[in-house]
């Protein structure tokens, strides 16, 4: 089993940045790659960013491209999301998610979960 901790949202302003970290603990041989999600009030929970575990690869949704960076340390078994130019269509509540299989773009790609948190963009 691979437990996931996430953290470091807050509130900003418009144009300001934040930077989400999650650390991944328990079984990580099994990760293949680390996502970010988000969910908006009302809304369903959408993917924004992943990286695969091993490899340099990364994928992110068209609206955070340029904006957003996801990045890891192995030897921490930590990921990163650098977010600059945050707007406020970006509010939301950020999961980290680790995944196991070959897929990365949808919510069932994904098997451990952490538990959320805030990122409140202000205009």
């Known amino acids: 089993q691979v437990l996931v901790e996430d953290t470091g949202g807050g509130l900003v302003q418009a144009g300001g940045s934040l930077r989400l970290s999650c650390v991944a603990s328990?079984?990580?041989?099994?990760?293949?790659?680390m996502g970010w999600f988000r969910q908006a009030p009302g809304n369903e929970r959408e993917f924004v960013a992943a990286?695969?575990?091993?490899?340099?690869?990364?994928y992110y949704a068209d609206s955070v491209k340029g904006r957003f960076t996801i990045s890891r340390n192995n030897a921490k078994n930590t990921v990163y999301l650098q977010m600059n130019s945050l707007k406020p269509g970006d509010t939301g509540v950020y999961y980290c998610a680790a995944a196991g299989g070959t897929d990365y773009y949808e919510e069932s790609d994904y098997d451990s979960w952490g538990q959320g948190t805030q990122v409140t963009v202000s205009s």
């Open positions: 328990g079984r990580t041989g099994s990760i293949t790659a």
């Open positions: 990286t695969r575990w091993n490899g340099g690869s990364t």
